[in-house]
């Protein structure tokens, strides 16, 4: 029997149910497994994605678009395969795509962390036959510390300053990192700010249900308050007119590539915060594992070392080469504001 | 350990000058004046040698991380740097501990050296397990001997002035030679670091140099500096700066870097000069007529751990005389440049030995007339020139407060050549491509081929070294190990000091500092120059005059 899901030029191919998960072409029936850019693209006819994401498809993708939504768990049979969606811990209404045919399962990943938060439905363990993982920090160097330990470090950092008189300005992508930051903070220091390409995201996160601190923008807030503020900001910001305005201010950037010294003074910022929406080395393995599957096929990231490495503990391992991870906050090593998703994010303060 | 991780956090955490500051005198005046003492070392630019080989280090880490080699190996390229891929694939600590720096350095660190490989791996196991991650980074730092941090002998000068509450060329001065090496740093040491200003400050010298006065590049019109008549111009030489001191009837030669180099250079170790004098110059080899020999031969020199009699009759070592610091005991680096200069002379005539030669003046009518003479520099051995105003006194490092030395050197060889090889950076550049392999045309017809003649590293901006990454990674060819063999796509135009045959580069010959100056995207790879104009370059080049055979 040939694989259940194969790579096209057009993007992951599931074979018997004819649709794509992720496309990076436009196709006429795409599952989607979060909305991040560069797994989720316009120009698709159908789309299938998980309730929570609807709506942030909605707002990045066009209210017209053609998109059904189903609830984490729920099934669906098309054209013989049953499809469902399981969490995936990595953004709000990220999901895994579970699909079931003639006995044989297969689970495509999408992108993943195992480590709850307060902003998204956690993480599922899916049993299944062959198991589509990333990659993105699949060495063992990367080990993330508890999140609590980060937020501490961050409010820590954070309450200097303000006590010094010197505005926070803290760079993290708009969608997902920027939430989860807002989840951790000790609001008893000072006012959180939000860039203009933060704040629309914070609602969708509000309506999804998901409770973030109160946030105000740079023009609701005064020039004594913004010397206690935190403000939270897309990394294209950096070093922009927007951010110089904040005079004497420390900066920092939320990232898992935070954890080296090289791509933290790359990015030139006082503090690199070490806080991924990735798995680490020991998540990744223990998701890999959790699955029971014996078919493993890696996609972005670090490919060749994680087939390698699957391949030595016994399992069959293979890659798929996919166009993930180029846009995508994290998948970048690039670490560069100038360059990628963030971009996109560009916004002026309204 | 705690307290020079923190240190080293609040150092490596901020930009802000201002920030840095405060990080070090909060550090100086809360730490115990033994670990200080260390502190200022490493600080200030001390590297001991390494304690424990590398790969022992390594192979320890693996063993204790339970870590396939391979999977080290991925890591460490991703990482760029040891101490911290070794920090980060170590276990989580089991204790913590807070021993001082000067403990680490003298009780743990210290015994390491030369020790039993066993015994290494036992102490590095039991170390780690006190130890946080980045205290681990910290300590692996200071064992492997290349410890630095990001932060200028200047701002560690500044705050020492602060806490000391005297002048920072005080603290300037007595640092000279603190970093040297052979003498352990102390709290003794310390506490007289940052004394208030004694009566004895002369005596409390012993060996050490003065703090080097150093150059600014000149890059506009000299005519801008007004009457050449208030300028003092010599030529500028390529070897190896240094001050000989005569104190306590012994000589001490120190390199700019502030190594005591007086071992090597036996020659000069041996010349008598009055008690209390201080000669700052330049190390050359001299084997004759009024060129000295090329760096090469120098680096000859250098590079030998015993010396023979018969190198050092083939390539004796002279010490051009430029300036007088110190004379009969008294610093004369106050009084102006002409005074010393007429000192020098009378000091040099009166040793009269060859090997103290004094730099000569250089004499001509007109700025444009100086420029003619500028434009034989490469004939006469020397990288241009340099103007030092008449007045000017001798102040400490590249400072114009008390007086400005210039140097104006000539323009670099250059050439445009082909990128061909690629290998990651470190640190900083740590999985981005930057370090290159250049090469330039050989042969005619289908017999021409790259053949690869220099590395270079620096040159480019961040920006530009992203797209050539990107073109790289685009244009593979095949790896070995971290190397890349690219299509020749790119064109670069590289500048160099100086060229010379040499048997041991495939392209028999070799050059001196190559940097790339810019990209040539206008430039086809066919056009790139050959090794026919890279050898021409030799006719002009002193360097031809001493051609191995």
Redesign the interface.
């Given at each position: 029997m040939g694989d259940m899901v194969v790579v096209r030029k057009e993007g992951l191919y599931c074979v018997p149910g004819d649709f794509y998960i992720d496309p990076w072409r436009p196709v006429d029936r795409a599952v989607i497994t979060h909305a991040h850019g560069d797994h989720a693209r316009w120009g698709h006819r159908h789309y299938l994605a998980s309730d929570a994401s609807v709506n942030i498809l909605k707002s990045r993708l066009g209210a017209d678009i053609n998109i059904d939504g189903l609830a984490y768990g729920e099934r669906i049979v098309h054209n013989g395969v049953a499809i469902s969606l399981h969490p995936a811990g990595h953004v709000l209404g990220s999901a895994q795509v579970r699909m079931e045919h003639e006995g044989e399962i297969w689970v495509a990943s999408g992108d993943y962390k195992v480590e709850p938060d307060k902003t998204c439905a956690p993480f599922e363990a899916v049993r299944c036959h062959t198991f589509i993982t990333e990659s993105t920090f699949g060495?063992?160097?990367?080990?993330w510390d508890p999140q609590q330990e980060v937020f501490d470090d961050i409010n820590r950092w954070w309450r200097r300053n303000a006590d010094e008189g010197r505005t926070s300005v803290l760079y993290a992508y708009a969608f997902g990192k920027a939430q989860r930051v807002l989840s951790g903070l000790d609001t008893s220091i000072g006012p959180i700010v939000c860039h203009g390409a933060v704040e629309p995201l914070n609602r969708v996160y509000r309506e999804g249900g998901v409770e973030l601190p109160h946030t105000q923008l740079v023009s609701e807030t005064g020039k004594d308050e913004m010397k206690r503020a935190l403000v939270l900001a897309p990394p294209s910001a950096a070093g922009s007119t927007w951010t110089r305005r904040f005079g004497d201010y420390?900066d920092a950037f939320a990232s898992g590539w935070m954890?080296?010294?090289?791509?933290r003074?790359?990015r030139?910022v006082?503090?690199g915060f070490v806080l991924s929406d990735h798995a680490d080395w020991p998540g990744l393995l223990g998701a890999i594992e959790a699955t029971g599957a014996q078919q493993v096929v890696v996609t972005h990231g670090?490919i060749p070392?994680m087939v390698?490495?699957l391949c030595?503990i016994g399992l069959d391992a293979k890659a798929f080469d996919t166009e993930y991870g180029d846009e995508d906050d994290e998948a970048t090593?690039?670490a560069?504001p100038e360059e990628g998703e963030a971009k996109k994010e560009e916004a002026k303060d309204a | 350990m705690r307290e020079f991780a923190q240190l080293y956090a609040e150092l490596?955490?901020?930009?802000?000058t201002n920030r840095k500051l405060e990080a070090l005198q909060n550090y100086f005046e809360h730490t115990a004046p033994e670990n200080a003492a260390w502190a200022v070392y490493f600080l200030a630019g001390g590297k001991p040698r390494q304690a424990v080989p590398t790969k022992l280090l390594r192979d320890a880490a693996i063993e204790y991380?339970g870590?396939?080699e391979?999977?080290y190996e991925?890591?460490h390229a991703?990482?760029?740097?040891t101490a911290?891929?070794i920090a980060?694939?170590l276990p989580a600590p089991k204790r913590h501990s807070d021993v001082g720096l000067a403990v680490w350095m003298e009780e743990r660190i210290g015994p390491l050296r030369g020790a039993d490989p066993g015994f290494i791996r036992e102490k590095l196991f039991e170390y780690w397990d006190e130890l946080t991650w980045r205290e681990r980074f910290l300590f692996v730092k200071l064992i492997g001997g290349g410890f630095r941090v990001g932060v200028s002998k200047l701002l560690v000068t500044r705050a020492l002035a602060a806490i000391a509450a005297v002048d920072a060329k005080l603290i300037a001065q007595r640092l000279m030679g603190w970093t040297d090496g052979r003498v352990r740093p102390t709290a003794a040491g310390f506490l007289q670091l940052i004394a208030a200003q004694s009566e004895d400050e002369h005596k409390l010298r012993g060996g050490q140099p003065y703090p080097f006065f150093l150059a600014h590049q000149l890059q506009g019109d000299p005519a801008d500096l007004g009457a050449l008549s208030d300028w003092q111009v010599e030529w500028k030489y390529d070897g190896i700066r240094a001050q000989l001191v005569r104190r306590g009837g012994q000589n001490y030669l120190w390199s700019r870097g502030e190594d005591l180099i007086t071992e090597r250079f036996p020659e000069l170790a041996g010349l008598t000069l009055p008690e209390g004098t201080v000669v700052d110059g330049e190390v050359l080899i001299w084997t004759g007529g009024d060129a000295p020999a090329p760096f090469a031969d120098l680096q000859k020199r250098i590079g030998r751990k015993t010396l023979s009699n018969k190198l050092l009759a083939e390539l004796p070592a002279v010490l051009l005389a430029y300036d007088l610091l110190e004379l009969d005991g008294v610093d004369l680096r106050a009084l102006p440049q002409h005074e010393r200069r007429a000192l020098l002379e009378t000091l040099v005539t009166g040793v009269a030995k060859p090997q103290l030669r004094i730099s000569p003046l250089v004499t001509a009518d007109t700025w444009e007339d100086l420029g003619k003479l500028r434009a034989e520099s490469r004939a006469r051995g020397v990288e241009g020139m340099m103007l030092k105003a008449r007045n000017a006194q001798y102040g400490v490092g590249r400072t114009k407060d008390v007086g400005t030395w210039w140097k104006w050197k000539i323009d670099p060889y250059a050439v445009d050549a082909v990128l061909i090889y690629a290998q990651p950076g470190?640190?900083?550049?740590?999985?981005l491509y930057t370090d290159y392999t250049f090469a330039v045309w050989d042969g005619e017809g289908d017999a021409r081929r790259l053949v690869p003649f220099a590395k270079a590293y620096s040159g480019l901006t961040?920006a530009e070294i992203?797209q050539v990454d990107a073109t790289i990674r685009k244009t593979t060819v095949e790896k070995f190990g971290p190397v890349r063999s690219v299509k020749p796509t790119m064109v670069f135009e590289l500048g160099f000091e100086g060229i010379a045959l040499s048997p041991r580069h495939k392209a028999g010959i070799a050059v001196r500092f190559p940097r790339i100056l810019r990209r040539r995207d206008d430039k086809p790879v066919e056009e790139a120059d050959t090794l026919d104009t890279l050898k021409g370059l030799l006719e002009g080049s002193p360097d031809k005059a001493t051609e191995s055979p």
């Open positions: 060495l063992p160097i990367y080990r420390s954890l080296l010294r090289g791509a003074r790359r030139g006082d503090r670090s070392v390698r490495w030595q090593g690039s560069t | 490596d955490e901020t930009t802000a991380a870590l396939d391979w999977l991925e890591s991703a990482v760029g740097d911290e891929t980060h694939i470190s640190g900083r550049r740590a999985s961040d992203r």
